[in-house]
T-cell receptor, first 113, second 112 residues
Framework: EAGVAQSPRYKIIEKRQSVAFWCNPI?????LYWYQQILGQGPKLLIQ????????DSQLPKDRFSAERLKGVDSTLKIQPAKLEDSAVYLC???????????FGSGTRLTVV | GENVEQHPSTLSVQEGDSAVIKCTYS??????FPWYKQELGKGPQLIID?????GEKKDQRIAVTLNKTAKHFSLHITETQPEDSAVYFC???????????FGKGTRLHILP
């Protein structure tokens, strides 16, 4: 089966600019997750979707981050405006029916300068 | 909420030797413990997992052990090979909450 697709692979922006990341999960996976991985740390959950509904966004900085999952398939994560501390790899993962077997994409490496 | 501690942060072993990575968790309700391997430029990949009703699980050169009483679990890699060089993450999760909480990772170097 095809893996989790993410784009772009790399992005460099200036602080206060906006940026968007895209994720296409594995076909048939109802649950989609966005994680933030700061250099040298483990992934931290930002938001979890079940189909097109939000299950958990308690760790999402809602003043600047937003995410949507249209039609329960693809998802976008947006940051506006970006701060220096948002520099990280943004990982998308999916799983079947809220199962705990995750498949991760390769991530988008964001550098804010 | 759950907190997962992992150590060491860096580990270097000679090729052919064994490597052990240890983790502790705080929430006694956690009952699922996966291990992920992350290679440079890639997302984490599940390599093995264990559930709380099992004390040990093996898959070829990789084994995981779980001590529920002490709330710690470990990853053992035997006969290490160059391709084992990567960052390894332990994680914990519980039935009522399918979020996975990750440790900070161990960078494993296999020395020739």
């Amino acid at each position: 089966e095809a893996g989790v697709a993410q784009s772009p692979r790399y992005k460099i922006i200036e602080k206060r600019q906006s940026v968007a990341f895209w994720c296409n999960p594995i076909s048939g996976h109802a649950t989609l997750y966005w994680y933030q991985q700061i250099l040298g740390q483990g992934p931290k959950l930002l938001i979890q979707f079940q189909n097109n509904g939000v299950v958990d966004d308690s760790q999402l900085p809602k003043d600047r981050f937003s995410a949507e999952r249209l039609k329960g398939v693809d998802s976008t994560l947006k940051i506006q405006p970006a701060k220096l501390e948002d520099s990280a790899v943004y990982l998308c993962a999916s799983s079947r029916d809220r199962g705990r077997i995750y498949t991760f994409g390769s991530g988008t490496r964001l550098t804010v300068v | 909420g759950e907190n997962v501690e992992q150590h060491p942060s860096t580990l270097s072993v000679q090729e052919g030797d064994s490597a052990v990575i240890k983790c502790t968790y705080s929430d006694s309700a956690s009952n699922y413990f996966p291990w992920y391997k992350q290679e440079l430029g890639k997302g984490p990949q599940l390599i093995i997992d264990i559930r709380s009703n099992v004390g040990e699980k093996k898959d070829q050169r990789i084994a995981v052990t779980l001590n529920k009483t002490a709330k710690h679990f470990s990853l053992h890699i035997t006969e290490t090979q160059p391709e084992d060089s990567a960052v390894y993450f332990c994680a914990a999760s519980k039935d009522r909450d399918d979020k996975i909480i990750f440790g900070k990772g161990t960078r494993l170097h296999i020395l020739p």
